[in-house]
């Protein structure tokens, strides 16, 4: 009896043994993953939600996710040291049709997501809830959801009137217009909104990259805001919006005339990545598009692969000249070793480019006659451009 109770024994703290491992196993698991995103997706049966950001930890990089979703479940979980801004969209809706639903991966929470991401008339359907950041979340998009709507409305007037046989440019000019004019609003209440909860991480999500109000937004933040799970994109916001205010304050040096359609294109003479600079009057005897980016704007970077697609396209008559902006030396080169970008590189080191060429947005794109002679200039990653383009050289 005394030699069956201590086997008996014996297999029970081997047992013991077992489970603690396993749950030691499983609780260090846990530990890994400290954000969790999950969600019912309507309309959706079999597809893949496609999930990027840009992280800085350590280093800066594109982290791009592939998640399955199943019967319109789906399921994803990262290991992060801070929050950042993502876009998630499904794979089996075409980019150009769809940009993204943007919202913020946070560590330490859960974000459930229930609706209809293939965006029906230029605006998500979708419902954000989980633990206690997006719940403040989903209150605060509902705050502003009414301007978001005023806009998606605008965008379909615009495309009504298309599909109507309207005037392009008269139909332009008033979406524009109207568009400004939600805008203004829609400015004010987001100021006014951060600027009176200086301790709401989730109110930190209406600062926009404006330098007008976006700085004093951020330093008025409460320091567990600024300094927290948000500081390091919260201190890359703030990099790029003092650049843009000075790059402001340049700009009124210079007159707004030089950018205007008709006018003479303002010269320049810029560094190479391999050595030796690259005069702008080279570029004399083709159309011209000149490409005002950078390695850190995550718009710039979507917006490559449709620049290849100009570039193979319109290779007889075009040339195309991206300059980047407010970069570094390694994030610039890492992006151009990265992306491939099979036209000619450039790199502003003062700003003074930016200021002859009145750039107040990444990414800006000016077009340029083949003598020289602004025709056009667009402002943000738009269809208005690529359509511009195709006007411009298609066949």
Known sequence: MDKVFTLTAGRMVRIIIVVAALLLTAVRGWGKDNFVMSGRLDGVDKDVLLIEYISFEPDRKMVRKRVPVRDGYFEFSASLKNAWLARIRLKSVPEKDNKGFSIFLVPDETLVLRGDLRREQELYKVKVGGSEYYEDLANVREFVRPFQEELAAAVMEYNDGLASGGDRVALLRGRQKSEQQINDRYRAVREAYVM????????????????????????????????????????????????????????????????????????????????????????????????????????????????????????????????????????????????????????????????????????????????????????????????????????
């Open 196 to 395: 009176s909860h200086p301790e709401s991480e989730a109110a930190y999500s209406l600062v926009q990259l404006d330098d007008r109000w976006g700085i004093a937004a951020i330093e008025n933040l409460e320091p567990e805001v600024r300094d927290g799970r948000f500081g390091c994109k919260i201190a890359q916001d703030l990099k790029v919006m003092q650049l843009m205010s000075l790059q402001r304050m340049a700009a009124k040096n210079r007159p707004a005339a030089l950018l205007a359609q008709g006018r003479q294109m303002p010269p320049f003479r810029l560094r190479k990545p391999e050595g030796g600079t690259f005069p702008s009057d080279s570029l004399i005897g083709k159309y011209t598009v000149i490409d005002f980016w950078g390695s850190w704007c995550i718009w710039c970077i979507r917006g490559i692969p449709r620049m290849k697609k100009c570039h193979e396209r319109y290779a007889d008559r075009l040339n195309i000249v991206s300059i980047a902006c407010s970069d570094t030396e390694e994030g610039w080169r890492s992006a151009l070793k990265k992306n491939r970008m099979p036209w000619t590189q450039v790199i502003s080191d003062d700003r003074t480019v930016e200021a002859a060429y009145n750039v107040k947005a990444y990414p800006t794109k000016v077009v340029i006659d083949p003598d020289g002679v602004v025709l056009r200039s667009f402002r943000g990653e738009g269809e208005d451009f690529y359509d511009y383009l195709e006007e411009l050289l298609g066949d």
